[in-house]
């Protein structure tokens, strides 16, 4: 997904924080390049600054990162240039007199940064390991250990399912405990994975369960998947926007005039 959504998403991306910042029939190419070529080479610096300090340095991740902050970093400024148009007020007072369309957009544009920043972190460092394991072992992915403590059958309300214990360490510390379970479903006779993950603000872990094979050895599938949280906590972000966009006075005033002008068009009739 980020090999494409990426590159193909730039143009729009780069359009989308030019727009704001535009005066509409009285603009010249001078002013946006001023106002916004310190923000593109910044964005650029910290696309390849954060790229090394992850150690995955490709042209995909540079290009992601670097829209993400162009995104973010525009959007502050966005925001910084809107509360100096009345400099005389106090900041809550300019805070409020900012329009929810306007907040609305303004969320809708952070979102797409988050979101970026999402795709791009796990499409450049997303991490998985296909195992086989006997309880006591441990494998290790992206710097995390995992320990198999054991494999107990347990029942379930309509299944019968083997249930691991895998204990999850960063370094020396202990992350989690999770319990992937395989289960057979009695009705269906459908054998089924139910994984277990670990949800956290830069990461998730999950584990899956596989079949048993020789001599008690159990499979596993291992995943790292960092910033997917942010995947999901961008498209809120936009669809926060969206709900304040359209919760807008401004824009129900303007839908009542039209319904008003179409009535008096029909009585005319």
């Known amino acids: 997904f980020e090999t494409t959504f990426i590159p193909l998403m730039t143009p729009v991306v780069i359009l989308m924080m030019v727009g704001p910042f535009m005066r509409w029939k009285g603009d010249v190419l001078g002013r946006i390049v001023r106002k916004l070529g310190p923000v593109l ?20 991740t540079v290009l992601g990162l ?129 994984a277990a993950l670990d949800i956290g603000l830069f990461r998730d872990v999950y584990v899956a369960l596989g079949a048993e094979v020789d001599g008690g050895a159990w499979l596993l599938s291992l995943y790292h998947k960092p910033f997917i949280s942010w995947i999901w906590f961008g498209c809120t972000l936009m669809g926060l926007g969206g709900v304040l966009a359209a919760a807008d006075r401004r824009y129900r005033r303007l839908a009542e005039r039209r319904v008003a002008a179409a009535a008096a068009v029909g009585q005319a009739g």
């Not at 080479?41 to 995909?60: D, F, P």
């Not at 007020?89 to 900012?98: D, E, K, N, Y």
């Open 41 to 60: 080479l910044v964005s650029v610096a910290l696309g390849l600054v954060i790229a090394y300090a992850i150690e995955h340095v490709t042209w995909r």
């Open 66 to 194: 670097t829209l993400a902050a162009w995104v973010v970093l525009g959007s502050v400024k966005l925001l910084v240039t809107r509360l100096s148009d009345h400099a005389g007020a106090s900041a809550m007072t300019r805070l409020r007199g900012i329009p929810s369309g306007w907040w609305g957009m303004w969320l809708a544009h952070l979102g797409i940064g988050v979101f970026i920043i999402g795709v791009t972190m796990v499409g450049s460092l997303d991490a998985r390991l296909d195992v086989k394991m006997h309880p006591g072992e441990t494998a290790t992915l992206a710097g995390y250990t995992f320990r198999l403590d054991g494999v107990a059958d347990v029942p379930g309300p309509n299944y019968d399912a083997a249930r691991a214990t895998v204990v999850v360490h960063d370094g020396e510390r202990l992350l989690t405990t999770l319990s992937p379970e395989k289960r057979s479903y009695r009705a269906q006779q459908m054998p089924m994975t139910e």
